[in-house]
């Protein structure tokens, strides 16, 4: 059965917006000349060309705030430390996953391989979960735009960008793309509820800030079919209820971190309510959203479309409050973390390709108009995105606005055109036009930000000049302490004891005015200085850690423990001291 939206003369029991709509007819119905139909040598394009901008993702390297993750279970599991007690600022379900993820990567692989192998671990995973997506989808669609819309997800998953994948908000997304699978893919509506439920419940467990992308997918859902949707809310509603106080009664820890970690995001609106700076932030967030990735600049065009297959009236009108909706929640965690950093908007790039690719699939009048926009908006940002920061910081606003613009025109312009007799469109310029949309940020060289922080971080290959000599020099097996950010860890990979791998209480109580010290998770981190015994150096990263403005307890214990003067230094890459014990100095 279609869903409400594909065919708007079923379901009218469940939405009622069918009998009070206008007589007015919908618009022409696809013919079966309309369909979508790749063909072999469309076929053989379209998987070249996907490829081609997967192998260009492999390129670089992933993301500081990923190894910092990886390399804090990593070494602390080295030594041992469980999964389960690690301290890597991230809950146990995001955790959970990246040692997942991190299984194949053996302990002496080089750093370029270790990348690789993560990184191909990560998209077989989402291979599996768009295979699900499919599988759902077609219980209500063509099984050809079932294809296309979740090919199109999941490829924009792969090949998100550096800072976005793999970090915890990308995880989210990949959880909302299973859910909707999950919930519609079962012939038996409770087996549905139970898997979607449960897989809406990883979009808010995998990180509390992106909560909001639960509600995106039980609205994915609901527009397939309302009750599947209503089932999978009830049953993610108890899960969550069972996940809660199962991790409050077996895993305290996790609840503490979550309230100190809370405390520490001060810029957050959940702290001082909204504010237009923090508007403006978003929407300039927003507008290098669309640079990085021009599908989100096409998305407005593409959701035009889709709403106005549906009859005049009421139907119109709930299909602009679930696009409006869908908008609105794909934002929301980058606007309730305040800090607008461009993986906060991992998202919005997933939510337009899928947005996209449903309108080329499902509205065949339409594929021309949003063929020329996309192609337009690809090549200014391939274009933009070359320039020099500087540059782009000057003429930023200009360029969003223009992008704002040009994006409202074209939706427009979408909608007045839709069901014309243009001429046809080929199948396999669509999909290499829409990958086209999502490959920009992951080519070699592109910019982390257009405008935002990060705006001078380009995609490059992963390197560690110097760790592995270090290495050598200490032992690869030596336990050390670890006073730095942890893709440190990751670089290094020598185990350390102290499930603060990377000690990042005592690291911010260092900052004038922070208010970590009072914290419990800072008593709980000072322990791998009192406690610790098995550390023979020092892995102290002095541009993050400040030792010289941590407390005298802290000050004291390290020189108690450490030999940090230029004559017991060990030599190591320039960004490091390391400091010996004081009885392992020969």
Known sequence: MAPWWHNPRTMTSQTHVVAAAPAEPPPTPASSDDRLRLGRPGLAAATVAGLAAVASSLWSGMNA???????????????????????????????????????????DAPIRVAHLLTRLSASLLVVAVTVVLFLGLRRFLDSRAAGFIAAATGLSLV????????????????????????????????????????????????????????????????????????WATAAAAALTVVWYVATKALLPWENIWLGDQAALVVDSPIHHGVRWEDIYR?????????????????????????????????????????????????????????????????????????????????????????????????VASFVLLRQSPQWRLDHVIAVTMTYAVVALIAAVAAWHLDGRRLRAVPAAAMAVVL?????????????????????????????????????ERIGPDTPVMYFSFASVNYDLGNPTACRYPSPQWLQRAAKPGNPSAGFRSYADNLKCLTEDTKSRYLIWQWQWFSIATSSEEVKALVAKRFDCSLKARIPGPRELVVCPTHRWIK
């Open 435 to 471: 990958i086209a949309g999502m490959v920009l940020a992951t080519l070699p060289r592109a910019p982390y930000a257009f405008s935002g922080y990060n705006q001078e971080v380009l995609n490059d290959k992963p390197s560690a000049p110097g760790y592995a000599e270090l290495r």
């Open 65 to 107: 705030d990923v190894t910092y993750a990886l390399g804090g279970i990593e070494t602390a599991g080295r030594g041992g430390v469980s999964v389960f007690d690690v301290f890597v600022a991230r809950p146990l379900a995001y955790r959970l996953l990246m040692w997942l993820v991190e299984l194949p990567v053996g302990d």
């Open 282 to 378: 978003l929407l300039r967030g927003i507008g290098d959203v669309a640079l990085l990735s021009p599908l989100v600049a096409v998305a407005p065009a593409a959701a035009a479309v889709l709403v106005r297959r549906l009859r005049p009236g009421r139907p119109r009108w709930i299909g602009t409050g679930v696009a409006v909706a869908a908008a609105g929640l794909s934002v929301a965690p980058a606007y309730g973390q305040g800090e607008f950093f461009m993986y906060h908007f991992a998202p919005v790039p997933v939510l337009a390709a899928a947005v996209c690719a449903a309108a080329f699939a499902l509205c065949p009048g339409a594929r021309t108009p949003l063929l020329a926009v996309t192609t337009v908006f690809v």
């Open 159 to 230: 090949i998100a960008p550096p800072w976005h994948f793999l970090e915890p908000d990308w995880v989210a997304v990949l959880a909302v793309a299973l859910a909707v699978g999950a919930a519609c893919a079962p012939r038996r509506v409770w087996l549905g509820a139970v898997l979607g439920g449960f897989c809406v419940l990883l979009t808010v467990a995998v990180k509390l800030a992106t909560a909001p992308l639960a509600l995106l997918a039980l609205i994915m859902v609901a527009v397939l079919n309302w009750r599947r949707a209503a």
